[in-house]
Structures are given as structure tokens and as C-alpha cells.
């Protein structure tokens, strides 16, 4: 959630109505300095008391009898053998939360039978690594008693086992010589001296029109790394809950991103380490927690459930403060109000900040560059990136002043103002500053602290990076796992923000924690810019549809895909393929108003566009329900209902269509459950034709697809068509996610494991 809930949204917008109109004027037109002055006073005590009670349904305090609430239905589910449920439960069980939930009837000595019976579900999991850096956990962190010793000798031995059988299973590291390709060469970087985290082969450029962007300074082959930078800062999304099981209870059985990720690198969470005066923060270790405090939790504890009330982009701003320290930001934010018109304004020739009086030549002139002309990932940079305030709705402006006011209002409440102002960089440690209380509720210091927020809020809807991570589909206890990108956090990053957009982009943008590699995608000439798509792209979305999400960015996306699209007046490709075909001849449905028409002239078949919407409709939940009685072990009912649906779909959608793609590998994934690995491999065929169509043969979404077939050729044991599948699927992906991208490393190993066969079996198959 990025911006406040809708009860905070909505009182906002009661209040904005209810002003004077010259008052909306005014704050319409008001500088980010005015704004914050003119929210100090609009800010009520009624709604501070509402905020208050919107913060109750987000409670982070400690309650320390969840522990062995969440234990106990751990087990059940590990008794139930559904693993991945047992696992989530037992992620949101910490270390020290059971010892301190001792008084609550929970003694620090059942500690090792949770994270054991954890170890286990990851050991079914087939996760050999995970489960031993649990087992490695308990012996540095708890003393265990002769008991416990004999259980956990017991369980390493298993692992043990384990880890020998699958290594002989699922063969081990290949060879370098195995590797070849792309992925045997180590990569050859070289960082740009004008751009940090940047490659050799790039350039800064500015001006009116595109503002600052990259170009490459000499000619780029597909899968080379361009950027890798690490988030300047990250704020974990809490997520969507993945449930765990049926029916209400008194504890929440689901598990979010916020269970399962550290909050402040972002790595995957084994046994966490909680915030010591919250509930919500967890880390990965004692390091990053010790680190996050000092950094900026220390401020952030107690303001937990108000941060989640209002929204990702409020978090980030606040924490974006309390990264760069405030000596930093009163001295930005200072300076901006003697060049308020060239930060403001793209076609301003911009100076850096500094006290030369010559911006001299080359990248001297950029906005964000330092006194010698570096562009750094600094809080320097990241102020520099343009808020847009004049564009923004007054309404947006005035809900972001009023959110940001809330925040600083609190702060000061907590006694936390102090706490603030001296959260300096590591380059910045003035003497600690005297808070003045003014009559309208902030300090000057505070003021300054929203005015820097409000800015960050404002900044975040043009250049909020989402971190993304690969998460597993279903139960994922089968052998084929089917995963999908979701959105882990929201993050600035300043260097990668010099990126334009394309709905046609050059590059690819991975993550690793906080860390995000840009690669080019495709072939990038000298003299080139280099763009990024922001999220429309033209294989997914219609000129139109993408034109509109990109409203957002206050520009008008003129690539060379939407120039085909608007200029040619031809219909997109996505349209297309995505088209109704008719209920009669199956030939395409056409037409732009609400009556469509058949293209065959000699059927003359029409119909609604809402009939034939609605029976789409229909049919998604209809294999939503398919998918449920996958995931409740109902491979045959599933296979039956997804069947029928592939029946209906084919009177009235295109055979190109999406949907009829997603339809075949589902039924792949059914098949794999079942071990019927040749009808897996020929659904997932069909659907791999239909993804080409869309995307592209060399695609990020056509190496998924081909990651899948790989896995199931390989338990099928097609040993020459797997291992030619890996191939592929090997060299789409590593241009996409580089050579130590966690897929690329099993299609490694499975390919070292069928090029072991006896020569024998290698021409069987």
C-alpha cells in the first residue's frame, strides 16, 4: 500500500472540500515550504484522534503468547504434511519472542523443537541448504540440553543423509568445464568515473527534453551489466497474506513479505531476529538489526503501526531523512529555497551544489552531481530527482502536506525530535541542536524534516523503484515449481532513476536484496540511449491502456512502439491476440463500440462486448476454482474442470489469447503432480508457442517457461530434448539475470547430472 488507507484518504478529502476556496487557492500554488506551514495549521486535533484510531487496527506491540500459539499450529500443518504452511507459521515464530514468552507458558527450552520441526519442512521442501543454516543457527545461539543435543544429533545425521541422497539425486556443482557459455566467463566491469555503480560504456547526458539519462559511450552486446547499484534506502511492503488455512481464528494464520524477508536487506528470513520493541521489524541477523537501529529504527519503533496506516511512501520518506541525517537535509533543503525555479524546472540549466562559481564542462552542469561533476547514489542525487510538485492534483499535494505534518507531529509527541535531529550520515556529525517549540505544534527543525519529506513523498509516484523477488506459486511441494515476480519493497535509487522509460526497453533490472544489476536485453549501439520500462509495456498492454498508466510520470510516451501504434492507426499486436473470435466461424470479433461484428463477411455474426466479457469473466473463475482443487490434492477433478474450460474458451476467444496459454500450463503443472510427465511436456509446449507469440523468443517470460519445461523433460528423463531445453532456457536467462541467478543455477546442475548418464542411456533417450 503506497499511499495511506482509505479512511485517512478520505477524511483528506472531506476537509480539502470544506476549505475556502481561496485557501485551496492558495495551497494549490504553495511551495513545498508554504504547504508544510499552511498543514501545521489545517492538521485538527479531531483528525490527529482519528488517525490515532485508524493506527489500533495495525498494532505492532509485542504479545508475547503468539509464540506458542503459532507454534502449535506449525505442527498441525507439519502433521498434515502441508510443509510450506508449516513453514510460514514456524517464520513467524523469532528467537527472542519465545523467550520472552516464557512468563506467558512458553519455556526457552522448546526453542530447538520449533526450529528442528522447521529444518524438517525444509528438508521436505527439498531446501538442503536452508535447513542446515537453521541447524547452524541453533548450535551458535543456544545451549541445548543432553535431551536436545541427542534430538539435534539425530536430525544432522538425517540432514546429512539428505543432502548425500540429493547431491546423487540431483547431482552435484557442475564442473567449470560444464558450464561453457556465458555462464563459465567471469564478467569482465569496469565502473564509469563519472557515475557511480555505473559501467564503463555509459554516459551522462542532460537536457530540456529527456532531462538527465544514460547513453552508451560504445557499443553493448545483450546481458551486459550496466548498473548495480544498492537501494540509497528500502522499505519492505508488507504484502498481501499468503493463508495458510481455513477458517477464523485468534491469531493471524497468514504469512506476508514482512514474515518472510529481513527489513533491512531484503534476504529471505530463516530464523528471524525481532526488533526488540516491536512486533513487525525482523531481521536476518543480530548485525542487521543492531545496524537498522542505529540507522533509523531506533526512530521508527514506537511509530510502527502509524507508518503502516500511512502507506509505504510516507515510510520511505521518513526513513530517506533519517538515512541522510539532518545536517544534510536542512542544508538541501535550505539551498532549494534560493534555486526553488531550477530544481523546479527540467529546461533550467542546473548547477551542482557547491561553492565553485564554474560549473565547467561535461557532467558539471547535471543536477545531483557533486563539485567535481560525479553523479553519486547519494542523498545529493536523490534531491535532486524532480517532484513534480505543479503537477501533482491539489488534492494529492494537500493529502501528502497533511499525512507528512502527522508524522512529524508524532515524532515530536514521542519525545522523538531529538532523536531526529541528530541521525546524521556518517559524514556529518554537528553539534546536537536546541529544539524550539513554536505555537503552531513544530519546531523549525521539524518543519524542515516535512518540508524534506513532503518532497520525498511527492518525488516517490515518478521514481519509486519496486524490488522485486521471484516467489513460488502454490504449495510448492511438487517437483516442478512454477514462481512468479511479486512487488518486496519500495526503494530509491538514485542512479537507476537516471533511466528513461521505453514501452520497448533495452534492458532488464534484477535484484538481489537491495541490490538491482541493470543488463542490456538486446544489442545497444554507441550513441544510444539507454531506457527502462516503468511497467507499460507493448506486449502486454494496448497503446492506449499504456498511455494512461504511464499518466503517473507527467509525460507522454513517445517510443517508437507507441509512435507505430498512434501514427499507423493499426491495431497492437496484444489486440489482436487478446481478441473475442466469434461463437460460429471462430474468426475474429471486431469492432471499437459496444455491438461487435464477425470479420467473415459471410457469417455476419454479432454480439455484445459486455456478453462476451462476462463469460471471460465466468471463465477465470472457473479455473480459479480448478486451481483450488489442485492445491487440496484433487489432480483429477482439476484436470477435468481445466479441460472444460479449454472447451468453452475456444468458442469464443482467440487460439492466440493469453488465457490460452495460462489454461495449457496449468494443465502441465496438473500432469507434473501426477507424474505424468509427457502430458505435462505437451501442454507446457503450447503454452511456451503462445508466450512467444506475445512476448518474444527471447524473452524474461519465455526463459520461465522454458525453465519449467526443462524441469519436467528432466524428471521425465528426456535426457537429449532436457538437456537442449536447458540451453536455451540457460542463455535467455542469464542476458536477463546473470550467471548467478538462483534458476540458471539448477539448469547447472541438471544439465551436469544428465551429462553423467552412462553413454548407454544418453542414446536411449
Known amino acids: 500500500m503506497a499511499l495511506p488507507v482509505a479512511e485517512w484518504r478520505g477524511r483528506a478529502a472531506r476537509l480539502w472540500a470544506a476549505l475556502d476556496p481561496a485557501l485551496r487557492e492558495r495551497l494549490a500554488a504553495a511551495s513545498l515550504h508554504d504547504a508544510v506551514r499552511l498543514g501545521c495549521d489545517l492538521l485538527r486535533t479531531e483528525e490527529e484522534a482519528a488517525l490515532a484510531q485508524l493506527c489500533h487496527r495495525a498494532a505492532t506491540d509485542k504479545k508475547p503468547e503468539a509464540a506458542s500459539w503459532y507454534r502449535e499450529q506449525g505442527n498441525r500443518e507439519f502433521k498434515r504434511g502441508r510443509y510450506q504452511a508449516a513453514l510460514r507459521l514456524y517464520s513467524k515464530v523469532c528467537l527472542e519472542d519465545i523467550a520472552r514468552a516464557e512468563s506467558h507458558g512458553y519455556p526457552d527450552r522448546l526453542l530447538p523443537k520449533v526450529l528442528l520441526r522447521k529444518a524438517e519442512c525444509l528438508l521436505c521442501l527439498g531446501r538442503l541448504q536452508d535447513a542446515q543454516d537453521i541447524l547452524r543457527v541453533l548450535e551458535s545461539k543456544i545451549a541445548l540440553d543432553g535431551v536436545m543435543t541427542t534430538h539435534l544429533t539425530r536430525l544432522k545425521k538425517l ?30 566491469w569496469e565502473e564509469n568515473s563519472r557515475i557511480s555503480g555505473a559501467s564503463s560504456s555509459l554516459g551522462l547526458g542532460f537536457d530540456a527534453e529527456r532531462g538527465r539519462h544514460l547513453v552508451a559511450s560504445q557499443d553493448i552486446v545483450p546481458g551486459q551489466s550496466l548498473v548495480k547499484e544498492e537501494a540509497f534506502v528500502s522499505v519492505l511492503c508488507p504484502g498481501e497474506s499468503l493463508p495458510l488455512q481455513d477458517g477464523d481464528t485468534a491469531w493471524d494464520t497468514g504469512a506476508t513479505n514482512a514474515d518472510l524477508y529481513c527489513h533491512r536487506c531484503l534476504r529471505q528470513l530463516l530464523a528471524s531476529v525481532p526488533c526488540q520493541g516491536c512486533s513487525y521489524a525482523k531481521y536476518c541477523s543480530q548485525d542487521c538489526a543492531d545496524m537498522a537501529w542505529q540507522q533509523y529504527h531506533r526512530t521508527e519503533c514506537s511509530l510502527g503501526a502509524l507508518l503502516l496506516t500511512l502507506g509505504v511512501f510516507c515510510h520511505v520518506a521518513l526513513r530517506t531523512v533519517l538515512l541522510a541525517g539532518f545536517a544534510e537535509v536542512s542544508r538541501l533543503v535550505a539551498w532549494s529555497h534560493c534555486g526553488d525555479k531550477s530544481l523546479q524546472n527540467p529546461e533550467a540549466s542546473c548547477k551542482p551544489l557547491s561553492e565553485a562559481a564554474d560549473a565547467g564542462a561535461g557532467s558539471r552542469g547535471v543536477p545531483g552531481c ?3 561533476g560525479r553523479y553519486q547514489s547519494s542523498y545529493q542525487a536523490l534531491f535532486h530527482l524532480l517532484p513534480h510538485a505543479e503537477q501533482h492534483s491539489p488534492e494529492h499535494k494537500f493529502l501528502c502536506t497533511l499525512t507528512v505534518v502527522a508524522i512529524c507531529k508524532q515524532l515530536q509527541a514521542a519525545g522523538l525530535e531529538a532523536a531526529v535531529l541528530s541521525q546524521e550520515s556518517p559524514q556529518q556529525q554537528p553539534k546536537p541542536k536546541t529544539c524550539e517549540n513554536t505555537s503552531d505544534g513544530l519546531s523549525p527543525e521539524l518543519k524542515t524534516v516535512a518540508e524534506a519529506m513532503l518532497r520525498h513523498v511527492l518525488q516517490l509516484q515518478c521514481n519509486a523503484q519496486a524490488i522485486t523477488v521471484m516467489q513460488e506459486l502454490g504449495p510448492g511441494d511438487g517437483a516442478v515449481v512454477d514462481k512468479k515476480p511479486v512487488r518486496l519493497a519500495t526503494a530509491f535509487f538514485p542512479v537507476l532513476s537516471l533511466l528513461n522509460h521505453s514501452c520497448c526497453p533495452n534492458t532488464s533490472v534484477s535484484f538481489s536484496g537491495i541490490a538491482a544489476t541493470v543488463r542490456a536485453s538486446q544489442p545497444i549501439s554507441s550513441g544510444q540511449e539507454v531506457f527502462h520500462c516503468y511497467g507499460p509495456h507493448w506486449c502486454r498492454m494496448r497503446v492506449a491502456e499504456r498511455q494512461q498508466l504511464l499518466r503517473q510520470y507527467f509525460f507522454e510516451c513517445r517510443c517508437p512502439a507507441c509512435l507505430e501504434e498512434l501514427e499507423s492507426g493499426v491495431k497492437s499486436v496484444v489486440s489482436i491476440r487478446n481478441s473475442f473470435c466469434c461463437p460460429k466461424c471462430q474468426a475474429q470479433m471486431q469492432g471499437e463500440e459496444d455491438i461487435l461484428c464477425c470479420s467473415n463477411e459471410a457469417c455476419a455474426t454479432s454480439t455484445s462486448r459486455d456478453h462476451l466479457s462476462g463469460r471471460l469473466q465466468d471463465l477465470q473463475h472457473q479455473i480459479k476454482k480448478a486451481l483450488g482443487l489442485l492445491r487440496v490434492g484433487k489432480a483429477d ?43 505435462a511436456a505437451r501442454h507446457l509446449k503450447k503454452s511456451i508457442e503462445i508466450v512467444e507469440m506475445h512476448h518474444g523468443p527471447l524473452s524474461v517470460e519465455t526463459g520461465h517457461e522454458l525453465f519449467k519445461l526443462a524441469q519436467i523433460l528432466f524428471n521425465g528423463f528426456a535426457v537429449s530434448e532436457a538437456l537442449s531445453t536447458i540451453q536455451r532456457a540457460e542463455g535467455i536467462l542469464s542476458v536477463h539475470f546473470g550467471p548467478q541467478n538462483a534458476q540458471i543455477q539448477e539448469l547447472q546442475e541438471m544439465k551436469a547430472c544428465l551429462s553423467e548418464l552412462p553413454r548407454n542411456i544418453l542414446q536411449r533417450t
Not at 468458442?651 to 488465457?659: G, W
Not at 494443465?667 to 503432480?673: K, M, R, S
Request: aromatic share 4%.
Open 159 to 188: 540432514s546429512q543423509l539428505k543432502v548425500k541422497l540429493g547431491e546423487k539425486e540431483r547431482c552435484p556443482e557442475p564442473a567449470q568445464e560444464a558450464c561453457g557459455g556465458i555462464q563459465g566467463k567471469p564478467e569482465i
Open 370 to 372: 557533486d563539485s567535481n
Open 637 to 679: 477433478q482439476a484436470i477435468k474442470m481445466l479441460l472444460k474450460c479449454q472447451m468453452d474458451a475456444g468458442t469464443f476467444l482467440s487460439p492466440e489469447h493469453l488465457l490460452m496459454g495460462e489454461m495449457e500450463d496449468h494443465l502441465a503443472q496438473v500432469y507434473a503432480t501426477l507424474g505424468k510427465w509427457q502430458e
